[in-house]
């Protein structure tokens, strides 16, 4: 299927979803800073300085589309809503919790597989009808320079490649654990944690014992250097478990008042570790280099994660994976011969629109077989610091038995 064809195709959309949208673009209180000043402070309880805590709320509406040409299933139509809400009490003697509930209500037909309704004729959106405790932590930050986090709680590290909360999915991903971060030394932050167990995007609770070390320095106006150590002991899954030890360098440097330069260099060695049936090592890569010139940012890269057969391969499973090789999602896993990922991307604003678009080659990691190519396209909208509007749409060109796919969203969100 050609590009062109592939995108008039897509206009095959929701219009229930569609009116959302436009009546959330057009609606005046979304613009009217009084509306957003009232909200905000009755979330805060009358109180500026939040002296009695305040609610967290965060609301998503979504549809989605998965049009992948397998014959073997239907494409998928998801029309689901999130709800977060949340209570932050005040800071009292260094002490602070947070507690909050999310849910995800799908409406509609709602023809697709969400992993937990059992359609499984249709083409999987793991955005499942499910309702959780998603985070309630405690925290401590009595001591000087460090604060201590106990409990059910959102981790990202980085960029999320290794660690992250695949915020992207209606339910995230959050983790039960220790995380201690500690800024005593000048421009130096150390992350040192434990996860016990993590609630997946499925709404699934699995048992683990994670620690991790995440050590970055900070060199002013050049970059920032990372290293960092992780170690996945995965009970449910032993071919999961990996250690994983890692050093990147990102940063950019200003060429002329108008033009930055942007780079990164990422270098990460992974083996099994503790119960993986499997013996192997693996290897990762990331090169990227671009420049942001009168606000357009463009960005080219080459991303590897090395593979030497079934079970053997460099894998990432606590990772934000949508943010990785494509939107479409065709590489939550790693194939078996490895992946090369090289990728150009351009982004800006127009009229207050950030507008993106990404193009993708995937091969082995030795480039020597093809698994198709990716067009990646992203309009966003931001209203008044608490309202988006949102529209992305991925292409899949795939080769070597790899089936064509391509995805749409609409989504509209407000959160406080």
Do not use: C
Request: net charge negative; glycine share 10%.
């Amino acid at each position: 299927m050609s590009l062109q064809k592939a995108l008039k195709k897509s206009k095959h959309l929701s219009l229930s979803a569609f009116s959302i949208a436009l009546i959330a673009l057009s609606n005046s209180p979304i613009v009217s800073a009084g509306i957003n000043d009232t909200l905000e402070n009755a979330f805060k309880f009358g109180q500026d300085d939040a002296k009695y805590g305040q609610v967290k709320l965060d609301l998503r509406y979504r549809f989605e589309q998965d049009d992948t040409k397998n014959p073997g299933k239907v494409h998928g139509d998801a029309s689901t809503i999130r709800m977060r809400l949340g209570y932050l009490t005040p800071e009292f003697h260094g002490l602070q919790i947070f507690a909050e509930y999310e849910m995800n209500q799908d409406f509609g037909a709602n023809t697709y597989n969400s992993s937990r309704n059992g359609k499984a004729e249709f083409e999987k959106i793991v955005d499942p009808q499910e309702h959780e405790l998603n985070r309630f932590w405690i925290s401590y930050k009595g001591m000087p320079n460090t604060e201590i986090k106990v409990g059910r709680q959102r981790i990202k590290l980085d960029n999320d490649r290794f660690i992250g909360n695949v915020g992207w999915r209606q339910l995230e991903q959050t983790f039960d654990a220790v995380l201690v971060t500690n800024q005593s030394f000048q421009n130096t932050t150390i992350k040192v944690g434990y996860i016990n167990q993590r609630q997946t995007i499925h709404s699934f609770v699995q048992a683990m014992q994670t620690p991790f070390v995440n050590i970055s320095y900070d060199f002013n106006h050049f970059g920032k250097l990372i290293g960092y150590g992780y170690f996945l002991d995965n009970n449910e899954k032993h071919a999961a478990s990996n250690q994983t030890y890692g050093v990147s360098f990102k940063g950019g440097l200003e060429i002329t008042d108008h033009i930055e330069g942007i780079y990164r260099l990422e270098y990460a060695y992974q083996k099994d570790h503790e119960q993986n049936p499997n013996s192997y090592d693996a290897h990762y890569y990331h090169v990227m280099g671009g420049a942001n010139v009168h606000g357009i940012t463009i960005k080219a890269g080459m991303e590897q994660l090395g593979g030497n057969g079934v079970g053997k391969v460099f894998q990432t499973p606590l990772a934000t994976l949508h943010a990785f090789n494509g939107w479409s999602d065709q590489f939550l896993s790693t194939p078996a011969d490895g992946l090369r990922d090289i990728y150009a991307s351009v982004s800006g604003k127009l009229m207050g629109v950030k507008l993106m678009g990404v193009y993708h080659e995937f091969d082995d990691d030795t480039s020597t077989l093809s698994y198709g190519k990716e067009y990646d396209f992203l309009a966003v909208k931001k209203f008044a610091n608490h309202y988006t509007l949102l529209a992305k749409y991925a292409y899949f060109d795939g080769d070597n038995g790899r089936f064509d796919a391509q995805n749409f969203w609409l989504e509209a969100g407000v959160s406080f």
